[in-house]
T-cell receptor, first 113, second 111 residues
Framework: ETGVTQTPRHLVMGMTNKKSLKCEQH?????MYWYKQSAKKPLELMFVYNFKEQTENNSVPSRFSPECPNSSHLFLHLHTLQPEDSALYLC????????????FGPGTRLTVT | GIQVEQSPPDLILQEGANSTLRCNFSDSVNNLQWFHQNPWGQLINLFY???GTKQNGRLSATTVATERYSLLYISSSQTTDSGVYFCAVEPISGGYNKLIFGAGTRLAVHP
């Protein structure tokens, strides 16, 4: 238990569906992150939020839409995904100002059919 | 951007053996962390170690920031040590407030 929770843990969706992933952190951190981990590939940083403001978008396709309503919650809204989007999606959080440890949630394993 | 290289990519050990995993990075960093990813995908924090040496049970880590590398030592390995070990760094320039990951070392410990 790292203090970062993610729901759902597993998700199967069709290419025409709309779904959302949820992340919540109970650590009092101000920065939150979405990462994607595809099979046999390194972790790819998707989005960074700092004090609810998006500070980084690593050229992520628009079918992935993040939302950060407050410093404790982060969502990833999914629509019209492709089979190649099947992956493990990991949420993380940390305090910023440099030099602080980052913690990860357990991940959502997404399968797009 | 910064490059993070981990070696070896794969490692097979007999239970009880010792091993050293290496992480090289191409630029100066604010932060360096080692993680263990278990078979269910959870990333577990092992060390926050931008410099110096730390020990936690059978694991220890050393980062030599001036030479841009870090080492993770696993002693008396157990089957539960199996999984993927990641090194991640926060660059001082061009990467504030985010961790860049290496490709990982996949470790299998056999009984």
């Amino acid at each position: 238990e790292t203090g970062v929770t993610q729901t759902p843990r597993h998700l199967v969706m069709g290419m025409t569906n709309k779904k959302s992933l949820k992340c919540e952190q109970h650590l009092g951190h101000n920065a939150m992150y979405w990462y994607k981990q595809s099979a046999k590939k390194p972790l790819e940083l998707m989005f960074v939020y700092n004090f609810k403001e998006q500070t980084e978008n690593n050229s992520v396709p628009s079918r992935f839409s993040p939302e950060c309503p407050n410093s404790s919650h982060l969502f990833l809204h999914l629509h019209t995904l492709q089979p190649e989007d099947s992956a493990l999606y990991l949420c993380a959080s940390r305090r910023t100002s440099g030099g602080y440890e980052q913690y990860f949630g357990p991940g959502t394993r997404l399968t797009v059919t | 951007g910064i490059q993070v290289e981990q070696s070896p990519p794969d490692l097979i050990l007999q239970e009880g053996a010792n091993s050293t995993l290496r992480c090289n990075f191409s630029d100066s960093v604010n932060n360096l962390q080692w993680f263990h990813q278990n078979p269910w995908g959870q990333l577990i924090n092992l060390f926050y170690i931008p410099s110096g040496t730390k020990q936690n049970g059978r694991l220890s880590a050393t980062t030599v920031a001036t030479e841009r590398y870090s080492l993770l030592y696993i002693s008396s390995s157990q089957t539960t040590d199996s999984g993927v070990y990641f090194c991640a760094v926060e660059p001082i320039s061009g990467g504030y407030n985010k961790l860049i990951f290496g490709a990982g070392t996949r470790l299998a410990v056999h009984p």
